[in-house]
């Protein structure tokens, strides 16, 4: 069995997708912004991801803007049957690099569109509604941006919803307006707040998309998963990701690289055996910030 296949499955949508997946983020220049220093490199790395198994790749067109998407269609276009490109809107970038709010429905069209025509699509797999209230979640209405991308999904241009970025009240919100698939929210072996969250999208079969899977650690809670990695004979990253594969199996990784070594060290997480004594040490990095 491969590394990925070990990962084993879950339901985006309408679509079975391997739970070891891959974020182009990291395909964009610095500060994601502009073009790589190397497209031939970020083109075969999207080339050996799907070599490597992976069926479900994250982007956006607000990366670069313009270029991860673009890297995408250039390098995998015509798409494998069974590949999902995921994508997300809610924002727009500043000349100056910055992230800017676009809810308005002409902004969402927009962002749609602009998708779609980079990535060389009719329809796009799944889109996710990213809302950027404050730096993470804040509670608010979503109804307003929502409506319009459902709106654009019942006229054919968008196979699926998700959410980013949001609280659990938005996601019921969300729910209440149209069917969502999946929420791509921060969380991880120390920033555990959508625990409850998590379980109980699982249990309505809603895959949990979770984003740096070793961001907001403290020192001493990345000193406990690198004790733990060094005994598993596994790095942080690949101990973090296992730990995120074993939470629950409605989680779908995304980790993201401009390399195509970390391509297949993230991959190979799917392999590592985590004991009960293992789990016991990591979910213990939640409790402890000093």
């Known amino acids: 069995m491969s590394n990925i296949e070990a990962a084993s499955t879950f339901t985006l949508g309408d679509r079975q997708v391997k739970r070891l997946g891959y974020g182009a983020m990291q395909l ?15 083109r075969a790395l999207l080339r050996e991801a799907i070599a490597q198994g992976v069926n479900h790749i994250d982007t956006s067109d607000f990366y670069g803007p313009h270029v991860t998407n673009q890297l995408i269609r250039e390098a995998l276009s015509p798409y494998a049957d069974d590949l999902v490109v995921v994508t997300k809107i809610g924002a727009v970038r500043g000349s100056d690099a910055s992230w800017l709010p676009a809810y308005s429905a002409r902004e969402l069209v927009q962002a749609v569109e602009d998708n779609r025509r980079n990535l060389g699509v009719d329809v796009i797999d799944v889109v996710n509604l990213r809302i950027m209230f404050g ?65 109980a999208l699982a249990d309505d079969g809603i895959a949990y998309v979770p984003f ?79």
Not at 28 to 38: I, K, M, N, T
Not at 230 to 245: I, V, Y
Not at 278 to 285: C, F, P, R, S, T
């Open 28 to 42: 964009a220049g610095p500060q994601v912004f502009g073009p790589p220093r190397d497209p031939d490199a970020a």
């Open 135 to 199: 730096m993470g979640p804040v509670e608010g209405s979503i109804e307003a941006p929502l409506t319009a991308l459902a709106e654009m999904r019942s006229r054919g241009l968008v196979r699926h919803i998700g959410l980013s970025n949001v609280t659990p009240a938005q996601v019921a919100e969300g729910r209440g307006i149209t069917p969502i698939v999946c929420v791509q929210n921060h969380y991880n072996l120390a920033h555990r707040e959508d625990d409850a969250l998590v379980d």
């Open 212 to 290: 740096f899977p070793l961001g907001g650690f403290s020192p001493l809670q990345s000193s406990t998963l690198s004790a733990v990695a060094n005994r598993l004979g596994a790095t942080p990253m690949q101990t973090a990701l296992a730990w995120l594969l074993r939470r629950s199996p409605n989680i779908l990784l995304i980790p993201g690289t401009s390399s195509v070594l970390h391509l297949k060290e993230n991959l190979a997480s799917g392999q590592i055996e985590l004991s009960d004594d293992d789990l016991a040490e990591l979910n213990g990095i939640a409790g402890s910030s000093n």
